[in-house]
């Protein structure tokens, strides 16, 4: 195998600029078919995107001959089902996260991956961003001496009534598709991150409630993590503050000084130790998945190791899980 050809299936909007451009734009990679269930949105896909091919049925995606590696870019209730035809088909899967909506589905699917010895990757996309390994790196060469702690805390405006009317945000509130509310579709890149610098978590512990009346799911979440390492992780998620309340910031804390950077508002890590600040600018790639797209193609390709495996995915379900499992109270 020279070339990965790709095929697509889920048409939304993260496939517009962050995904579905790079796979063209990664050397021995081609997207040559796109599959929605609404056939004109499939082919109007595929017509402003230059795709040559498109489908409204993903089993006839799954069975083109042409097609060796398959994106799932649906929501994550979709992810198990389609994950296991295509491996079943024999080919490559790249996921988008969450992985699944829950842990039990997580842990089918990595279960599937060996049964079929198959290849699959996920879309936690940050660990192939200049910033973030650059983050590892300087973690781990000691520049902040041995680290003590790490505190998160990502806070939003919540939905609002007139998007719970509109499908393409709805879905991202409701457990049975999206495995949760929003702390589901913006933790796992945090978490993933996390774990993917400090290494295996030895405890883990949370509290989630709901503030709203719009929908069942949490919309305030805590999490606390021990890593085998020593280092101490606090974390807040809320979504339901006023509209100047906005926040997206981390902070690692060690013996010689902090880091403190955002996952998704900005692209600098300002570092300050024994006083004085030192700012790194880093510019965010245009299409955000292209970095990682490369690193899965080079996998697929037998030329390198899985950037992101079924297995990370696990931990982080897990992770999730156990920060929502204890609900302080409920807006049912």
Same mark, same amino acid.
């Given at each position: 195998?020279?070339?990965?050809n790709?095929g697509?299936?889920?048409?939304?909007d993260? $496939?517009?600029?962050?995904?579905? %451009?790079a796979?063209?734009?990664? %050397?021995?990679?081609?997207?040559?078919?796109v599959?929605?269930?609404?056939?004109?949105?499939?082919?109007?896909?595929?017509?402003r995107?230059?795709?040559? &091919?498109?489908y409204?049925?993903?089993?006839?995606?799954?069975?083109?001959?042409?097609?060796?590696?398959?994106?799932?870019? $649906?929501p994550p209730?979709?992810?198990?089902?389609?994950?296991?035809?295509?491996?079943?088909?024999?080919k490559?899967?790249?996921?988008?996260? %969450?992985?699944?909506?829950?842990l039990?589905?997580?842990?089918?699917?990595?279960?599937l991956?060996?049964?079929?010895?198959g290849?699959?990757?996920?879309?936690h996309?940050?660990?192939?961003q200049?910033?973030?390994?650059?983050?590892?790196? *300087?973690?781990?060469?000691?520049?902040?001496?041995?680290? &003590?702690?790490?505190n998160?805390?990502?806070?939003r405006?919540?939905?609002?009534?007139?998007?719970?009317t509109?499908?393409?945000?709805?879905w991202?509130?409701?457990?049975a598709?999206?495995?949760?509310?929003?702390f589901?579709?913006?933790?796992?890149?945090?978490?993933d991150?996390?774990?993917?610098?400090?290494? &295996?978590?030895?405890?883990?512990n949370? *509290?989630?409630a709901?503030?709203n009346? *719009?929908?069942?799911?949490?919309?305030?979440?805590?999490?606390?993590?021990l890593?085998?390492?020593?280092?101490?992780?606090?974390?807040?998620?809320?979504f339901?503050?006023?509209?100047?309340?906005?926040e997206?910031?981390?902070?690692i804390?060690?013996? &010689?000084?902090?880091m403190?950077?955002?996952?998704?508002d900005?692209?600098?890590? $300002?570092?300050?130790?024994?006083?004085?600040?030192?700012?790194?600018?880093?510019?965010?790639?245009?299409?955000?998945?292209?970095?990682?797209?490369e690193?899965?193609v080079?996998y697929?390709?037998d030329?390198?190791?899985?950037?992101?495996?079924?297995d990370?995915?696990?931990?982080v379900?897990?992770?999730?899980?156990?920060?929502?499992?204890?609900?302080?109270?409920?807006?049912?």
């Open positions: 195998m020279q070339q990965i790709w697509m299936i889920g048409c939304g993260v $496939t517009e600029l962050k995904s579905g %451009p796979f063209n734009k990664v %050397p021995d990679s081609k997207l040559v078919a599959m929605r269930r609404d056939a004109v949105k499939a082919a109007d896909y595929a017509v995107h230059s795709v040559p &091919k498109w409204s049925n993903a089993n006839d995606l799954i069975n083109d001959p042409e097609i060796n590696a398959i994106y799932i870019a $649906t209730a979709f992810h198990l089902e389609y994950a296991e035809a295509i491996l079943k088909a024999g490559f899967v790249y996921v988008e996260k %969450p992985m699944t909506v829950d039990a589905s997580a842990k089918k699917l990595q279960k991956v060996d049964k079929y010895k290849k699959l990757s996920l879309a996309y940050r660990r192939g200049t910033q973030f390994i650059e983050i590892k790196k *300087l973690i781990n060469e000691g520049c902040l001496g041995e680290i &003590k702690l790490v998160l805390r990502f806070l405006r919540n939905m609002t009534p007139d998007k719970m509109i499908s393409k945000y709805a991202r509130v409701d457990p598709i999206s495995g949760g509310g929003l589901h579709d913006i933790a796992p890149h945090q978490l991150m996390l774990v993917h610098i400090f290494g &295996k978590v030895k405890l883990a949370g *509290l989630s709901g503030t009346k *719009l929908y069942s799911a949490a919309d305030n979440v805590s999490g606390n993590m890593f085998e390492n020593g280092v101490f992780f606090n974390g807040i998620w809320c339901d503050i006023g509209d100047n309340e906005f997206d910031y981390c902070e804390i060690g013996e &010689k000084g902090k403190e950077f955002a996952f998704f900005r692209q600098d890590v $300002t570092i300050t130790k024994d006083g004085k600040s030192e700012i790194l600018p880093f510019t965010k790639p245009v299409h955000a998945q292209q970095p990682l797209i690193k899965i080079n697929f390709l030329r390198g190791e899985n950037p992101c495996s079924v990370d995915g696990v931990v379900m897990e992770l999730m899980e156990k920060f929502t499992s204890i609900p302080a109270h409920s807006n049912k």
